[in-house]
């Protein structure tokens, strides 16, 4: 291993540690029917139209975390959502999201730059959608920095960042837990974590981007998300909205 390597993973290790003890917000998991939850990044339209139609015919629905600034634009995982979709989206039961309004990368943007991104978002978000509100975020790009969770707790029910694994025992509402299903091509080893949800009774938070017969490195095909949630749906799992499954968890937890 080169040095330089060597730093990138002293660094990797120092950003990680610092994101997950400080500033915590402990929720206990504790529910008989283990929970899954499937959410979408940034997001391309394809995530609705395409994973939001596969959701919907199964009954189901996710959560989508927008960066308003991103709408309509051209982005590697494909064109991103426009305004009309937001309406579309809340009308079929999906949940709406925060991801910062400027795409801002969790660490590397100073905490108060940060924090107004989210404040920006939630104004651009009154003004094209009226009297619909961001109730749960996802972190873009990093995990965030100590003093930027701090800030960000105060605006969601919860916060979710990535680590691929579910959220069992004391998760921490300001930095849950997702496993993104484009990091991992085999199905049989996602299905194995499904399993070992069910068996500890915990929440299993899936996120990716794009979903498309020819995805981005970021995002999986029709074929293979379809295969995961009908998997999940078999598993006996309820499958909650982030904000949903958040508040039921925090109802049982008082
Ligand atoms: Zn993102």
Not at 2 to 16: E, H, N, P
Not at 152 to 167: E, I, L
Not at 205 to 221: E, K, L, M, Q, R
Request: with cysteine; net charge positive; aromatic share 10%.
């Amino acid at each position: 291993m080169g040095i330089l390597d060597f730093l990138a993973r002293v660094q990797g290790s120092y950003q990680r540690s610092t994101a997950h003890f400080l500033c915590r917000r402990p929720l206990p998991i504790s529910t008989q029917t283990p929970i899954i939850s499937f959410t979408f990044d940034d997001f391309p339209r394809s995530a609705l139209l395409t994973g939001g139609a596969i959701l919907k015919g199964c009954g189901l629905a996710g959560t989508y975390y927008a960066s308003l600034a991103l709408a309509g634009k051209q982005t590697p995982t494909g064109t991103m959502f426009l305004r009309d979709d937001l309406k579309v989206l809340i009308e079929q039961g999906h949940e709406l999201g925060c991801h910062t309004f400027d795409h801002c990368h969790a660490w590397d943007t100073k905490p108060h730059a940060f924090e107004d991104s989210i404040i920006k978002n939630r104004q651009a978000l009154s003004e094209l959608a009226p009297g619909t509100f961001f109730k749960t975020f996802s972190y873009p790009i990093s995990v965030p920095r100590a003093q930027t969770k701090r800030r960000v707790a105060k605006h969601f029910v919860c916060c979710r960042c990535g680590g691929q694994t579910f959220n069992v025992g004391h998760a921490d509402l300001n930095y849950l837990s997702a496993f993104f299903l484009e990091r991992c091509r085999d199905p049989q080893v996602i299905k194995q974590l499904i399993d070992q949800n069910q068996r500890a009774r915990g929440w299993l938070i899936f996120a990716t981007h794009d979903i498309s017969s020819n995805p981005s490195p970021f995002g999986c095909t029709p074929r293979f998300f379809e295969d995961i949630v009908r998997y999940s749906v078999n598993s006996g799992a309820r499958i909650l909205t982030v904000v949903q499954a958040c508040e039921e968890l925090c109802s049982s937890a008082s």
